[in-house]
């Protein structure tokens, strides 16, 4: 519903015909919004909602009447619809992919602060594109941080499958039963190269529950490290100087966002200058604004 909003409120608003292509694995709300639409007395066909797989898809992106198409998804997908947009009436496209945006605490920071923050990565179960799923803890007060993270986490653990009408309800399940296989596939390969210092295993028989987990350490080069997973999934690295934590933030295809924890005004303006990422935020991980503009860098 946040995206189709964010899309369609501009694109409406300027004048123009909407045609809105929902997932086909998750449609109701964008359904649902079309039909409000018309409630609200909407034009006829001025806001219009379809549902279809990978070929509506790509008849979206090539066909000649349509002038613009943005569209939020995987970097897989976005390659193509820039290709088949140009390659029909070369419309103007825009893209927003994934992240796997870092998270910077600096050895002045509130610690507290920065845990309850970055457990943010677990929000809508890790299935946003801007969460901060790489967390940087300078060496001094990392081991502060992974013991109360660890805390917050097995409370997080405890609340799956809970009662989603409950207000004490703080998780969720993954969207699909495929986006599960895809969690669970990420953490058998990166658990080959690291064991999960918390989490790994999905919970229970039935539903798309996975424990949240965290890998500590991981390979620069691993998998885990450099792509989206799109799940409860954060890795934690440790750093002993700036330089050394710009160039680990800055060393993937990601540029969406990026959040530095410090108490150093001096420390925040520097940093933020150097990282590679489109929005960046201090001492919080709230990315979205709507008094500013949203996007990135890279592959983001």
């Not at 390659?79 to 998270?103: D, F, H």
């Not at 799956?160 to 993954?174: F, G, K, N, V, Y």
Request: glycine content about 8%; some cysteine.
């Amino acid at each position: 519903m946040i995206v189709f909003a964010m899309k369609a409120a501009p694109a409406l608003a300027a004048g123009n015909v909407m045609v809105s292509k929902a997932p086909e694995l998750n449609p109701f709300s964008s359904l649902y919004l079309g039909e409000l639409a018309i409630q609200a007395g909407f034009p006829p066909g001025a806001l219009n909602v379809i549902i279809g797989t990978v070929e509506c898809g790509q008849r979206l992106a090539s066909h000649p009447d349509i002038r613009k198409i943005s569209f939020t998804g995987s970097v897989a997908v976005g390659k193509k619809i820039q290709a088949a947009a140009t390659a029909s009436n070369v419309k103007s496209v825009t893209l927003e992919l994934g992240g796997k945006s870092p998270v910077l605490v600096f050895p002045d920071a509130d610690i507290e602060l920065a845990v309850n923050e970055s457990y943010g990565f677990l929000r809508l179960n890790g299935q946003g594109c801007v969460l901060g799923t790489r967390i940087y803890v300078h060496e001094k007060v990392a081991d502060e941080f992974l013991e109360k993270m660890k805390k917050k986490l097995q409370n997080h653990r405890n609340n799956l499958q809970a009662d989603p009408w409950s207000e004490d309800t703080i998780s969720s399940p993954l969207y699909h039963h495929r986006q599960k296989e895809s969690v669970l596939d990420f953490l058998a390969k990166a658990s080959k190269q690291s064991e999960p210092l918390v989490g790994g295993q999905q919970v229970g028989d039935k539903g798309c529950y996975i424990e949240p987990t965290i890998y500590f350490k991981p390979a620069a080069d691993s998998k885990i490290v450099n792509e989206e997973v799109f799940g409860p999934v954060a890795v934690i690295d440790t750093f002993n100087d700036e330089a050394e934590v710009l160039e680990k933030a800055n060393n993937v295809e990601f540029g969406l966002g990026a959040t530095i924890f410090t108490q150093d005004l001096d420390t925040a303006l520097r940093v933020s200058d150097k990282l590679e990422a489109g929005t960046i935020t201090i001492n919080n991980t709230n990315y979205v604004d709507s008094n500013m503009s949203f996007g990135g860098w890279k592959s983001k």
